[in-house]
Nanobody, 125 residues
Framework: QVQLVESGGGLVQAGGSLRLSCAAS????????LGWFRQAPGKEREFVAV????????YSADSMKGRFTISRDNAKNTVYLQMNSLQPRDTAIYYCAANRKNTYRGSHYWLYDYWGQGTQVTVSS
């Protein structure tokens, strides 16, 4: 069992940056792939980025490449999402999720076994 708790969301102006964190409990954290997803009001949950268990492989949605960076620190049981050049279209609840099978480039939400409660990111124009 893994519990995930996101933090770092908030209100930021367009062009600004935020770094989201997701702290995990559980001894097997370092064996899981970790992903970030987001969901805006009235829209489906959208894949943002994923990082492999070792941190050696990352994969991001095309619309986030060059702006968002995923990373992890297995010693701290934490995964991060650095978001730069934020735009109003990035406004959403951001969720982190854990994939027990460490699926390579897992971008589908059904691959993930555990989810955090989400953190709100609001970008004003």
């Amino acid at each position: 069992q893994v519990q995930l708790v996101e933090s770092g969301g908030g209100l930021v102006q367009a062009g600004g940056s935020l770094r989201l964190s997701c702290a995990a409990s559980g001894r097997t954290f370092s064996s899981y792939a970790l992903g970030w997803f987001r969901q805006a009001p009235g829209k489906e949950r959208e894949f943002v980025a994923v990082i492999s268990s070792s941190g050696g492989s990352t994969y991001s949605a095309d619309s986030m490449k060059g702006r968002f960076t995923i990373s992890r620190d297995n010693a701290k049981n934490t995964v991060y999402l650095q978001m730069n050049s934020l735009q109003p279209r990035d406004t959403a609840i951001y969720y982190c999720a854990a994939n027990r099978k460490n699926t390579y480039r897992g971008s589908h939400y059904w691959l993930y076994d555990y989810w955090g409660q989400g953190t709100q990111v609001t970008v004003s124009s």
